[in-house]
Nanobody, 115 residues
Framework: QVQLVESGGGLVQPGGSLTLSCAAS????????MGWYRQAPGTERELVAT???????NYADSVKGRFTISRDNAKNSVNLQTNSLKPEDTAVYYC?????????WGQGTQVTVSS
């Protein structure tokens, strides 16, 4: 079955950095578009960054210049490098794999930015 497992979340001070990772299994990873989304308490899930199967990237305006998404098809993984973190970046971060009508989600990893 398809599994997406996120890791790398935690508590970090404002201005700090974290690298989130998502390990995928059960799919032909190299042909899937991948993405990171986040959801803070009381809000809807929102797009953070996406990377297509060809490597094209897209970012939410709120994270441009601070976050970088990358993929390693040899390791079936997608990373999100987060820098200059702000308290408003606090959320559960979810990994998504999608292709045509197929869409899969991980269980999420908590990122808390606080002093």
């Amino acid at each position: 079955q398809v599994q997406l497992v996120e890791s790398g979340g935690g508590l970090v001070q404002p201005g700090g950095s974290l690298t989130l990772s998502c390990a995928a299994s059960g799919i032909n990873f190299s042909i899937y578009n991948m993405g990171w989304y986040r959801q803070a308490p009381g809000t809807e899930r929102e797009l953070v960054a996406t990377i297509t199967f060809l490597g094209g990237t897209n970012y939410a305006d709120s994270v441009k210049g601070r976050f970088t998404i990358s993929r390693d098809n040899a390791k079936n993984s997608v990373n999100l490098q987060t820098n200059s973190l702000k308290p408003e970046d606090t959320a559960v971060y979810y990994c998504n794999a999608n292709r045509f009508r197929f869409s899969y989600w991980g269980q999420g990893t908590q990122v808390t930015v606080s002093s």
